[in-house]
């Protein structure tokens, strides 16, 4: 199973009034937290309300670093 994931409203890219407010975190707990930890049981439930319509999707994007590639 996979790791837990950590939400932290402050570091997300596309933080602004139309995209946290459609963003299930916003959506169950009124306004963005400093940080809040998903585990991966309550991930899937927060999936299964959201691809049933009940509740908007995580809409936390964050940057991704280059993967070391080292030449072989």
Known sequence: ??????VDCDRCLV???SACGDCVVTVLLGSPPA???IDPD???A???LSDS???PPL???TAVTEPD???G
């Open 15 to 17: 933080k602004s009034p």
């Open 46 to 48: 927060l999936g299964a």
């Open 53 to 55: 319509g009940l509740v």
């Open 1 to 6: 199973m996979s790791d837990s994931v950590v």
């Open 69 to 71: 590639v080292q030449a």
């Open 42 to 44: 309550e991930m899937k």
């Open 35 to 37: 940080g809040i930890e």
């Open 59 to 61: 809409r936390m994007v």
